[in-house]
């Protein structure tokens, strides 16, 4: 089956500065990538996702990377603000079923004011 | 924006009692979702249904564990012999294309006792 690791598990940075979290997949037939945030107690909510036929896509200041060829992608947030703060996950998909979705271990990004 | 609603919020059940969690996914969606996320860790599939049938399941998903769409609108997840180890965070998610974007739940919180 798939397996999804993420990294770095925790994350610091000062507001303003960029953060990025990178992943690897090991299925080649993923190709189903999304990013989701979640608060404390509260729901994971979509921020981003990538199909496999696209390297890059863009929204505001979040933006993620795919090299299916390395089988990694990754999230990049520029100019972070406190309510960034919060887990951060990537999954991978196959296209078949996108919702079958395997996790990564998430990422706690702290940004300090 | 429409939103996919959970019931109850949170459940404490005895050890080796049977339990139903609710789910309204949103109302035009087709393709409907289980996960569940242990304290503290990563979110993990449990179950994909589709056209009134289970479309994928994970090795989590056991016999104790099913799935019902019993009315058009509402969609059940069944734990049947709890355990202790069920205690956990359980969303159900909706997509109207299985092939990407879902949505979750606000999720319901069951405790095992």
């Known amino acids: 089956g798939e397996n999804v690791e993420q990294h770095p598990s925790t994350l610091s940075v000062q507001e303003g500065d960029s953060a990025v979290i990178k992943c690897t997949y090991s299925d080649s037939a993923s190709n189903y990538f999304p990013w989701y945030k979640q608060e404390l107690g509260k729901r994971p909510q979509l921020i981003i996702d990538i199909r496999s036929n696209v390297g890059e896509k863009k929204d505001q200041r979040i933006a993620v990377t795919l090299n299916k060829t390395a089988k990694h992608f990754s999230l990049h947030i520029t100019e972070t603000q406190p309510e960034d703060s919060a887990v951060y996950f990537c999954?991978?998909?196959?296209?078949?079923?996108?919702?079958?979705?395997?996790f990564g271990d998430g990422t706690t990004l702290t940004v300090k004011p | 924006e429409p939103e996919v609603t959970q019931t109850p919020s949170h459940q404490v059940t005895q050890m080796g009692q049977e339990v139903i969690l609710r789910c309204v996914p949103i109302s035009n969606h087709l393709y409907f979702y289980w996960y569940r996320q242990i304290l503290g860790q990563k979110v993990e599939f449990l179950v994909s249904?589709?056209?009134?049938?289970?479309?994928?399941k994970s090795e989590i998903f056991d016999d104790q564990f099913s799935v019902e769409r019993p009315d058009g609108s509402n969609f059940t997840l069944k734990i049947r012999s709890t355990k202790l180890e069920d205690s956990a965070m359980y969303f159900c998610?909706?997509?109207?294309?299985?092939?990407?974007?879902?949505?979750f739940g606000s999720g319901t919180r069951l405790t095992v006792v």
């Open positions: 998610a909706s997509s109207w294309t299985g092939s990407y974007g879902y949505t």
């Open positions: 999954a991978a998909s196959p296209n078949t079923n996108a919702g079958k979705s395997t």
């Open positions: 249904f589709y056209n009134n049938e289970i479309s994928e």
